[in-house]
């Protein structure tokens, strides 16, 4: 396994971290991981596989930054929102429950977006490592879009 000595921005400062295993922390080992790299839309069908691995992502986070280095931080009820959702808007088709949802989901992802930024901004280096979270927030936000479809006039 990849083993690095990671750099944490804590609440006192920068924090030296001797072990973070990096392959742990961004789960590359997981389906997830692999449909995050494949350059590609995460189709409905691909959708639960990768949601979980951003819930395992999450996990990972909150076992690396534990409140020690970033207590102040608080971070997961969005992907909570997100997921519930998404879930909703691929089992529903009734317009007075997906449009609502889909309000809703819109207004959530630009938090759910920050939230990933700020948890890339603990990591200094290796500097890929802050780009992945902001990646993770990109194709969860693209992926809803896609499940969210068009915009119809006259619906919202």
């Known amino acids: 396994m990849e083993e690095n000595k990671e750099s944490v921005v804590g609440t006192s400062g920068v924090i030296t971290l001797s072990q973070i295993v990096i392959s742990d922390l961004l789960q590359m080992g997981h389906p997830g991981y692999r449909l ?23 996990q990972r986070f909150k076992y690396y930054i534990n409140e020690e280095t970033h207590g102040e931080m608080e971070y997961g009820s969005y992907l909570m929102d997100i997921m519930k959702a998404l879930r909703t808007l691929t089992e529903e088709d009734d317009p007075a429950v997906v449009i609502p949802v889909r309000e809703n989901l819109k207004s959530v ?19 890929f ?3 992945f979270y902001e990646e993770l927030a990109h194709i ?5 879009y896609e499940i969210m479809g068009p915009e119809v006039e006259g619906f919202e």
């Not at 995050?36 to 999450?58: A, E, G, H, N, W």
């Not at 969860?140 to 809803?144: A, L, R």
Request: hydrophobic content about 30%.
């Open 140 to 144: 969860v936000k693209e992926s809803s």
């Open 109 to 127: 992802l630009p938090h759910f977006e920050e939230e990933c930024k700020k948890m890339g901004r603990c990591f200094t280096s290796p500097p």
């Open 129 to 131: 490592v802050r780009d």
């Open 36 to 58: 995050m790299k494949q350059q590609t839309r995460i189709t409905s069908k691909q959708l639960p596989t990768f949601l979980d691995y951003v819930s395992l992502i999450y």
